[in-house]
């Protein structure tokens, strides 16, 4: 028997979207939704279950689209996820739940990501929100303080605030959302759909205070001192790498973390609207091929660079962002230059940058990573004109919070030593997880720390509770 392919998402045309700053994927309607959801097996061992690091009923919601009973869909991914509609847009499933769907093996697996992004658009669009939780807030429970508004911080908040804690997040910028708000652009990413999860999280009882850097305006001691209970540390990896090679001091140089903040936090591409300008050349190069380097590269797109280019030392099979957006690239224009390494970038009389001198690679034995590791070949260097180059090849922790908090174990690279499970840190009542702990992943594994951390802080209270009240007997 022939098996069904899964539906095709509508979005807008390459030549159209490159011009805005609109959502490229338009989602699927009613009818589409319960065709794809049609498709799933239902198994009942349910292995793409395993793949959800939070842990979603994913042939439950599913088998409730199919039926049409989206208020109930809903209910079912809200039971364990705090920001479904930011999930379902930039998850990577291809990798988590859909790699394991049994109809991969011998068709397309079900668009897992897709029905879970129709599910929460259709109860934002209706304004199903759930907002049942809010009063359930008792008086005398226990505080906690979050320390930053991205996904990890907002889902240990969130759930916290479902098992009654009194939750403070606190945020160093100006708005909640952590690299939603400044990393991913807006087609990716919409400002309204962030925003409306945001809010929900608010609606479970949680504070959110922006404009305070924890370490500088208040440190985590004095936050036990003001009566918290637990922290919770999700800052993530906002401090930017670079090559370390000449010329990365030229004007028309970027980090993709001071690219992305002033085109997507401080809206650059509306300039003179809004204050933040950001200069883009005719030819813009970016180094890196994860999906940082993608979302670089297709914002310079829109800016209005004629021609940009990603520049990786691998090949096409190691590049590591989602298959999707290498796709959505490609359509916009951008080129791939691979198995090319930046060694120079050279700059004019006034500065700025004008050339960038490549070397090629090739690919010899497998890394420590299981990649293949980029040999130099010899006498392989050549210069290509470009204006401006933007660096996107990783990210580490910010050292501010970590260097004002004393006794903090770190890696060698300046991460949180957390447990893996409950994300506790070598201080009591501190945990801390996602990129902050990890270095920089996806933030469906942030989430999932978050989601792990909220339920040990919450066993560690009720476990000290416990061992009060059998002392006093």
């Known amino acids: 028997m022939q098996m069904q392919k899964r539906l095709l998402m509508p979005e807008q045309l390459p030549q159209e979207r490159i011009k805005n700053f609109n959502e490229v994927a338009l989602g699927y309607t009613d009818d589409q939704a319960i065709a794809e959801a049609k498709r799933c097996l239902q198994c009942k061992k349910a292995p793409c279950m395993a793949g959800c690091p939070v842990e979603i009923d994913i042939p439950g919601f599913i088998e409730l689209v199919a039926e049409r009973k989206f208020p109930e869909a809903l209910t079912i991914l809200r039971e364990k996820n705090n920001l479904p509609a930011i999930c379902g847009r930039v998850c990577p499933q291809e990798t988590q739940c859909e790699i394991v769907c049994t109809l991969k093996k011998k068709s ?109 305006t208040i440190t985590i001691e004095e936050l036990f001192d003001a009566g918290y209970k637990a922290v919770f540390i999700g800052t993530g990896a906002g401090f930017p790498y670079f090559l370390g090679i000449p010329g990365e001091n030229y004007n028309g140089v970027y ?13 650059a591409y509306r300039f003179p609207e809004y204050d933040t300008p950001i200069k883009i050349g005719v030819k813009v190069a970016v180094v890196g091929a994860g999906n940082v380097a993608m979302d670089s590269a297709r914002v310079a797109r829109r800016l209005g660079a004629k ?36 060694i120079e970038i050279i700059g004019d009389e006034k500065g700025w940058v004008k050339q ?25 260097e050549y210069l290509v004109d470009i204006d401006t180059v933007v660096i996107a090849i990783g990210q580490g922790p910010n050292p501010l919070l ?17 447990d893996n499970i409950t994300g506790e840190t070598s201080l009591e009542g501190v945990y801390a997880g996602g990129d902050i702990v990890t270095g920089a992943a996806t933030v469906i594994e942030a989430m999932g720390a978050g989601k792990r951390a909220a339920r040990a802080i919450d066993n560690s209270v009720n476990s000290k509770h416990k061992a009060r009240n059998t002392k006093q007997y």
Request: one cysteine or more; glycine letters at 8%; charged letters at 30%.
């Open 255 to 267: 980090s993709a973390n001071e690219f992305l903040t002033r085109a997507n936090l401080m809206k």
């Open 402 to 418: 970590l260097s004002m908090t004393p006794g903090l174990k770190l890696t060698r690279k300046g991460n949180i030593v957390a």
């Open 108 to 216: 397309e697996p079900v668009a897992i990501g897709r029905l879970e992004r129709f599910v929460a658009d259709w109860g934002r669009k209706n304004r199903r929100q759930t907002t049942e939780r809010k009063e359930q807030r008792a008086e005398g429970r226990p505080r906690a303080a979050v320390i930053g508004a991205g996904p990890a911080g907002l889902t240990c908040a969130g759930d916290l605030a479902r098992m009654s804690w009194k939750v403070t997040i606190f945020e160093s910028l100006h708005a909640p959302g952590g690299v939603l708000r400044y990393g991913i652009p807006e087609f990716r990413m919409p400002r309204d759909v962030l925003d409306y999860e945001i809010e929900y999280v608010k609606n479970l009882g949680v504070e959110i205070k922006t404009n305070i850097i924890i370490g500088r």
């Open 307 to 342: 021609k940009v280019c990603i520049i990786y030392r691998r090949s096409r099979s190691e590049m590591p962002a989602r298959a999707e957006e290498i796709h959505h690239a490609e359509e916009e224009g951008i080129e791939l230059d691979l198995l090319t390494l930046p």
């Open 356 to 380: 960038v001198k490549c070397l090629k690679m090739k690919l010899g034995e497998p890394d420590d990573t299981g990649r293949r590791r980029p040999l130099p070949i010899d006498g392989s």
